[in-house]
């Protein structure tokens, strides 16, 4: 079984082979070369083979156990490269021939896809032992596996992170609250991870139990950094008061109107206002409110271009809280998809980037209040937010 310095020394070095790709995005053939030499700095192996696949075209570099490029055995393994880059499962090593060459007959090439979801950006490939009993071939497998889908989301990120309406002063605001939403799902994830090891430990043999201290002694030490990370974003939050939501979502539909102009791409998207008189105030930071209704019509533009659709937006009170509806007639989006619509980076609709719905969650959370989607069976989509009135 690997050791517990084995694992943390391949893991820091992955990292810094897959933080190479931000250095190398515009040109698939530097990368592809880049990060074949690193990887062959990492694991022994007399076939090292990265083969990347980008918007920009393709890369393939092919080196042999000394770290040379070695052009002519590019050809003798691209077929089936470019074969696992298509079809491999991500997730999945696929077992290929190793190519005719001096020094390789008692080897196979372990190819592992760099493939997640939908998106496909090439693969990773070493040459190893047929027999595959060895620590250092199960360490080489292992972290193959994990370097490659680490890739594959940077690669995913690539395409799906387009800039945010706004300013770069809002940008920074939606990553500080994606920031705070991720380190709330990072802290259930450890607290899981400790439970679960607790639970090995009560049934598990001597041995494997402290083979667990490590694991716990760092998820432990992981979880207490987020929880500070989490009560220091708390801290130096606005202060809550009286609001009136309505007069929060006229003020932004105004805005809405004049960030436009008369020419923008949302100026023809009509949006209704249905509020109801003698609305509740909610207790809120007033500018959390303001940005919180400001990217659901953006969500709600951008699902709408080109589709001659209207947005509602909707107010009313009922058991002691407060709701607002913003209601659009754009792309239906399939029932078992609605639930992902608030994952970050999760493309669901068309306009979508993946972050504003997000941060919405977010900030929905930090208000106090809750915040779902519902598909219309006709087309469009309504986001429901119910927030804690100040009655």
Same mark, same amino acid.
């Given at each position: 079984?690997p050791?517990h310095a ?12 897959s933080n ?17 030499r ?9 076939l ?12 393939l ?24 880059t ?20 008692a080897q ?26 060895s620590?250092?071939v199960?360490?080489?497998? /292992?972290?193959?596996?994990?370097? $490659? !889908?680490?890739?594959? +989301? &940077?690669?995913?990120?690539?395409? %799906? =992170? ?41 049934? /598990?043999?001597?041995?494997?139990? $402290? !083979?667990?201290?490590? +694991? &716990?002694?760092?998820?432990?030490e %992981? =979880?207490?950094k987020v ?30 109107v ?7 791409? /949302?100026?023809?998207i ?14 809120? =930071? ?32 009922a ?53 779902l ?10 986001i ?8």
């Open positions: 079984m050791s084995d694992i943390l020394a391949f893991l820091e070095r992955g990292q810094e082979l190479l790709v931000a250095r190398t995005r515009d040109d698939p053939h530097v990368r592809a070369l880049l990060l074949a690193h990887l062959h700095g990492i694991c022994v192996s007399p090292t083979a990265c083969a990347v696949r980008t918007q920009d075209g393709a890369g570099c092919v080196l042999d156990g000394e770290g040379n490029r070695r052009e002519d055995w590019q050809e003798l393994v691209r077929r089936d490269l470019e074969r696992c298509r079809e491999a499962e991500p997730g999945r090593l696929e077992w290929v021939g190793a190519p005719p060459v001096q020094g390789l007959k196979v090439l372990a190819v592992a896809p760099v493939a997640r979801k939908g998106s496909r950006g090439g693969c990773l490939a070493l040459a190893l032992p047929r027999s595959r009993g620590r250092s199960t360490l080489s497998c /292992a972290f193959l596996l994990h370097w $490659a !889908e680490d890739l594959a +989301i &940077r690669f995913e990120l690539e395409q %799906t =992170a387009p800039g945010t309406p706004g300013g770069h002063a809002a940008r920074l605001e939606d990553f500080a609250d994606l920031a705070y939403l991720m380190a709330h799902e990072i802290n259930n994830l450890l607290n899981n991870i400790l439970l679960q090891i607790s639970i090995v430990e009560l049934t /598990a043999p001597g041995k494997v139990a $402290a !083979e667990l201290q490590p +694991i &716990r002694q760092m998820t432990g %992981t =979880a207490a929880h500070r990370f989490q009560e220091l974003s708390r801290a130096n939050q606005p202060a809550h008061q009286r609001v009136d939501l309505n007069a929060i979502i006229r003020s932004s539909a105004a805005a809405r004049a960030a436009h102009g008369q020419v923008g791409p /949302a100026s023809s009509p949006a209704h206002l249905d509020l109801a008189p003698n609305l509740p105030e909610v207790m809120a =930071a007033p500018l959390d409110l303001q940005r919180l209704i400001q990217l659901m019509l953006q969500d709600a533009d951008a699902a709408l271009q080109g589709t001659g659709g209207i947005i509602t937006l909707h107010t009313e009170y058991s002691g809280r407060v709701r607002l509806v913003v209601e659009d007639t754009g792309p239906a989006v399939p029932e078992p998809l609605v639930h992902r619509l608030f994952e970050p980076f999760e493309s669901i609709r068309p306009g979508s980037d993946g972050l504003r719905l997000a941060v919405c969650r977010a900030i929905t959370r930090r208000l106090q209040g809750t915040i989607a519902q598909a219309s069976a006709d087309g469009g989509l309504r429901i937010v119910e927030l804690p009135s100040a009655w």
